[in-house]
């Protein structure tokens, strides 16, 4: 059937699927706990300053606290997490709204989960301001986990 009116991508050169295979992927070693905290970068997107990572956390690994400027969507595959005041389990889904600030993460298991971030992270502790992680940083760090 034809339609009515033209639909057909204007910026079809730029525009095209992004398939990662994750399994060959290396872990690249996360700065706040490189011994156990891990990520597999699976796509950073700077039109929207979005990004999907893997991210795999050992037994007692905790990131510490942090405010999202961005939603955050995380769907756990594997082990135990706790976020706030819920533990997350596989197969669990959490939302987290943009602006929400909270306490440390916390790996209560060896935990593997999908975390799809729509904006950058701001990490900090009780004092000092730890650092900054958007689309850029991950992009930095997996540009450089693979040279």
């Not at 050169?13 to 690249?28: Q, R």
């Not at 070693?29 to 970068?41: A, C, L, T």
């Not at 893997?54 to 905790?62: K, N, P």
Request: aromatic content about 10%.
């Amino acid at each position: 059937m034809a339609l009515s009116q033209d639909i057909s991508p204007v910026n079809s050169d730029v525009m095209s699927d992004v398939l990662v295979h994750a399994d060959k992927l290396e872990w690249i070693p996360n700065r706040f706990d490189p011994e156990r905290q891990f990520m597999k970068v699976l796509w950073t997107g700077p039109e929207t300053g979005r990004t999907a990572v893997l991210i795999r956390t050992l037994t007692g690994s905790a990131t510490p606290p942090h405010k999202h400027l961005g939603d955050a969507h995380v769907f756990m595959l594997k082990g135990r997490l706790q976020v706030r005041d819920s533990e997350l389990v596989a197969g669990d889904y959490l939302y987290e709204a943009n602006g929400m600030i909270h306490g440390e993460t916390k790996a209560l298991e060896d935990t593997e989960y999908l975390m799809i971030l729509g904006g950058p992270i701001l990490f900090f502790d009780e004092n000092n301001f730890l650092g900054y992680q958007g689309w850029e940083e991950f992009h930095r760090d997996q540009q450089a986990h693979s040279a």
